[in-house]
């Protein structure tokens, strides 16, 4: 039984489910910022509801190819303790950003195969965290979509790293048994319709974690 995994639980946009998320067990929430997406906030929203979590839950504010000065702007009005970037981002425009606002930065692969991964090296030094994701469909992150697992099991880790798509309450022990990831990061997994969070599915999903 692995009572530390790490658990995000993706696209929260209201107070009640935000609250019921933490209550849940996730260790990080996350608050999407990009206008296409189901699960879209505004900079207002998502400072007002960053300002709910205090102790030891994260915010990790999600936004996609967005430019220097909108990125600094998210970040100096929203306080997260993370940015997560899930676009086209470089190495070397994240380690600037990383610089400027001294705020840990994570990015998101799409995994198609085991030579993604092979590239994801280039991150190392630029980011605090890969989170190896199904790669885009129609939204960049947030699909619901798996990938295959094995390709992480024995690839030689040099970044900390967490494992995304498609995770479910009924999948989520299988995939951290087979992939050994510290972290599970779930969004359309835990909703009844898009960018719609389910109470009881985020606490099945987060017990699921805590017990594999
Ligand atoms: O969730 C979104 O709508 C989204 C939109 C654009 C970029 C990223 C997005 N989500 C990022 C996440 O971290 C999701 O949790 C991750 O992609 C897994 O999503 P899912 O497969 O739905 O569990």
């Given at each position: ?37 189901p699960r879209h906030v505004s900079i207002e929203d998502a400072a007002h509801l960053r300002a709910m979590v205090s102790g030891s839950v994260k915010v990790v504010l ?151």
């Amino acid at each position: 039984m692995s009572t530390d995994t790490l658990i995000k639980i993706c696209g929260l946009s209201t107070p009640e489910t935000l609250s019921a998320a933490i209550g849940a067990g996730a260790t990080h929430v996350g608050l999407v910022h990009f206008e296409p997406s189901p699960r879209h906030v505004s900079i207002e929203d998502a400072a007002h509801l960053r300002a709910m979590v205090s102790g030891s839950v994260k915010v990790v504010l999600l936004t996609v190819n967005a430019d220097v000065q909108t990125t600094g702007k998210a970040i100096e009005l929203v306080k997260p303790d993370i940015i997560q970037f899930h676009g086209n981002e470089t190495p070397e425009w994240i380690a600037l950003v990383r610089e400027k606002t001294k705020i840990e930065a994570w990015k998101a692969l799409g995994v198609k195969d085991a030579e993604t991964l092979a590239k994801s090296a280039r991150y190392q030094g630029a980011v605090d965290r890969l989170l190896f994701d199904a790669p885009a469909k129609a939204l960049p992150g947030g699909n619901g979509e798996t990938f295959r697992w094995d390709v992480l099991k024995d690839f030689d880790h040099r970044i900390p790293w967490g494992l995304a798509g498609g995770l479910t309450p009924d999948n989520v022990a299988e995939a951290i048994r087979e992939t050994g990831t510290e972290l599970v990061d779930t969004s359309s997994g835990v909703e009844s319709a898009a960018g719609v969070k389910d109470v009881d599915k985020m606490s099945a999903f987060c017990k699921a974690a805590i017990e594999a």
